[in-house]
């Protein structure tokens, strides 16, 4: 397959140059400029299977998944030839006031796939932008819902840790406080309840006391906030950016009836967990709860393209007819938005995962993953494994009994998941918990071997 292909890299490519451009020239995101060098940056080249490929011709195991995003691996034939075949017909066409053929069939196949009753797409181009179309569009809803008679409904509520991404919305949305104060003048308020996390509490509690704790605080302040509250917002299945952090039983499903019962809107941000990585196609169907808007991205286009998705019901749908004249269209929209490249591409991942019933497979790769992470959860350093299909959070931390965390300054999983390079394995921390998503097509081989390597970075590092 992919992996026995040749991924000789082009000789035109000299690694220093690229180097000083790269230092001279380059912006990186969420990236520290002045320690980038010295943390010796991958120069990706090519990718092939599982692996990115440098300019030096070495291959690593994307075991992050090219930051959550690629899903069934690079150079995917079907996906790199259903790209071609719409190159040779369009590459763009605007959506607005338009349509066009990939566009029409993607919408068409998402609707038939989401549970009901999502049956509408609108598209957009990254994981953000999928949120920031979300929370308008819950806003709009309910100036247009039932004449306005709802119309007091304008507050988000999101949970602390929330990662929903960079724009100003979303980062108004998420909990990520180091954003709220480089960004505070810019962004709106949002009613915030705590992370039920399973980890850290404030003293006085439990695990399952500061569980319980956390649940009945989200519901109070659901009711409390009752008619002012437009829309409830989270990331289903885990809190990705937050490090991987998985919820009780049952919160999601009190955190969904809670939101029903005062009349707002539920919305799923499923930017990473969902297309597969849930082991459902949509991580609210393993929940078994349905939301009114579904954000998609990331994984969407098998990695390959910036497309999103956000899906809603008819109901909200239709609160946007209307005569042109009555200002009832939704204003959004991007130059790019329902790329037709991006299309393509997902439409093939969505047949790669149909034909090779992929999905079906994954319970037994996830649970041979957590097999193979056992043997790190004896290592004094390893605080907690938290594993929600094939997506895997390892927090390091100084004391496992304290939970206390390593100083910032020494960069700990920074340099675990550097030194878990020198086993062929490219990873990107959360601080210092070590994530690992990879394409769910990896092997037991290269599952194991991601896990070697994270144990290898674990005892360099800390011994
Ligand atoms: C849950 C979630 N929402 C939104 C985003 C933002 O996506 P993007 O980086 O494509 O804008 C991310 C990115 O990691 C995410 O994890």
Request: hydrophobic letters at 40%; one cysteine or more.
């Amino acid at each position: 397959m992919a992996e026995t292909r040749s991924h000789r890299v082009p000789s035109r490519w000299d690694r220093h140059q690229l180097e000083q451009w790269d230092d001279r020239y380059l912006w990186h995101p969420f990236t520290p400029q002045s320690v980038y060098r010295e943390e010796e940056p991958l120069l990706i080249a090519s990718g092939e299977g599982c692996y990115l490929v440098d300019v030096d011709g070495k291959r690593y195991l994307d075991g992050v998944g090219s930051l959550w995003c690629n899903l069934l691996g690079h150079r995917r034939p079907e996906i790199d030839s259903a790209v071609r075949s719409q190159l040779d017909q369009i590459a763009h066409a605007t959506l607005l006031g338009n349509s066009s053929v990939p566009a029409i069939r993607l919408a068409r196949r998402l609707a038939k796939l989401a549970p009901d009753p999502l049956t509408r797409v609108f598209y957009s181009d990254s994981g953000s932008t999928a949120v920031e179309v979300a929370l308008k569009m819950a806003l709009q809803f309910w100036q247009q819902h039932a004449e306005g008679e709802q119309s007091e409904r304008k507050l988000f509520l999101g949970l602390s840790e929330a990662y929903h991404g960079d724009t100003v919305g979303s980062v108004s949305l998420g909990g990520i406080d180091l954003f709220h104060r480089r960004f505070g003048p810019l962004l709106f308020d949002v009613v915030r309840v705590p992370s039920p996390t399973g980890y850290r509490w404030p003293e006085g509690f439990t695990a399952p006391t500061y569980q319980r704790h956390c649940t009945e605080v989200m519901e109070r302040t659901i009711r409390e906030q009752g008619q002012r509250l437009a829309a409830v917002v989270v990331e289903p299945g885990f809190q990705g950016a937050a490090g991987i952090l998985t919820y009780p039983e049952g919160y999601l499903e009190r955190l969904a009836s809670v939101t029903r019962e005062v009349g707002a809107l539920l919305i799923f941000d499923e930017v990473a967990v969902g297309m597969g990585r849930s082991g459902s196609l949509f991580a609210c169907q393993r929940e078994g709860v349905v939301p009114d808007l579904l954000c998609l991205a990331k994984g969407l286009t098998g990695g390959y393209l910036p497309l999103a998705a956000t899906l809603a019901t008819e109901e909200i749908y239709e609160a946007f007819l209307g005569a042109p004249e009555a200002g009832r269209t939704f204003f959004h929209g991007h130059t790019y938005t329902g790329n037709a490249l991006g299309c393509a591409a997902a439409l093939a991942t969505l047949d790669v995962l149909e034909n090779e019933r992929l999905l079906e497979g994954l319970p037994l790769k996830c649970d041979y993953l957590r097999r193979a992470l056992d043997r790190l959860r004896s290592r004094p350093a390893v605080g907690q494994i938290r594993q929600y299909g094939l997506a895997v959070g390892i927090e390091l931390v100084s004391d496992r009994k304290t939970k206390e965390p390593f100083p910032a300054a020494d960069r700990v999983g920074p340099r675990v998941c550097r030194s878990a390079r020198d086993r062929g394995v490219f990873l990107r921390p959360l601080g210092d918990v070590v994530v690992l998503m990879p394409p769910i097509t990896i092997s037991r081989r290269q599952t194991d071997q991601l896990v070697d390597a994270v144990e290898h970075g674990i005892r360099e590092v800390l011994g």
